[in-house]
């Protein structure tokens, strides 16, 4: 799976819209940029996922730049709860048994 | 749906003792789960691949008989830490996939005294 790189840490205002950046120059033609987030104590969980168009659901946005080599998690309107370890991670898309290799992750810390 | 349960959630030993922890897919079958560990303000480190009906997978430099992993149905999974020792206290999470995306239990935390 391609290697990615995120910042070690980000702060966000409560209310605003959080960005996490995420590198994945290497990324193959067939893999996607899934997105994780961890609370504090707390197993992973699935944010969304996306191969090359902009995704969106109840959680987040996603969008994914044109060379596929990097791309953008939008927390539209971050609340305190939004408080966690996000993890950007690109595997290829076949039956969900395939590992995940998490990498160190952004903690993003919402003020109040 | 989706929902990924472990049991228990933590849980304190002496040394030299074993511990089991469950993993169970409550609504949905799994024929291919997978455990984690994690340290204090670490990530997630991938240990094994459990596949029901077969020998686990183990990650290079996880010992495979101090981490027992028996895949006894398609809803459970467990891993036994054998004689374990103050080193292996850390966040035990297992998880399990359905079609393309991969859910998660809420982890165990396991303390070595």
New interface residues.
Partial sequence: DAKTTQPTSMDCAEGRAANLPCNHSTISGNE?VYWYR?IH??????II?GLKNNETNEMASLIITEDRKSSTLILPHATLRDTAVY?CIVRV?????????????TRLTINP | GAVVSQHPSWVICKSGTSVKIECRSLDFQATTMFWYRQFPKQSLMLMATSNEGSKATYEQGVEKDKFLINHASLTLSTLTVTSAHPEDSSFYICSAGRYNEQFFGPGTRLTVL
């Avoid at chain 1, 104590?41 to 699935?46: I, V």
Wanted: glycine share 18%.
């Fill in positions: 996607y961890q104590s707390q197993g992973p969980q699935y996922h993890y898309a076949t039956e969900g048994a395939q590992k995940l290799v998490f990498g160190q992750g």
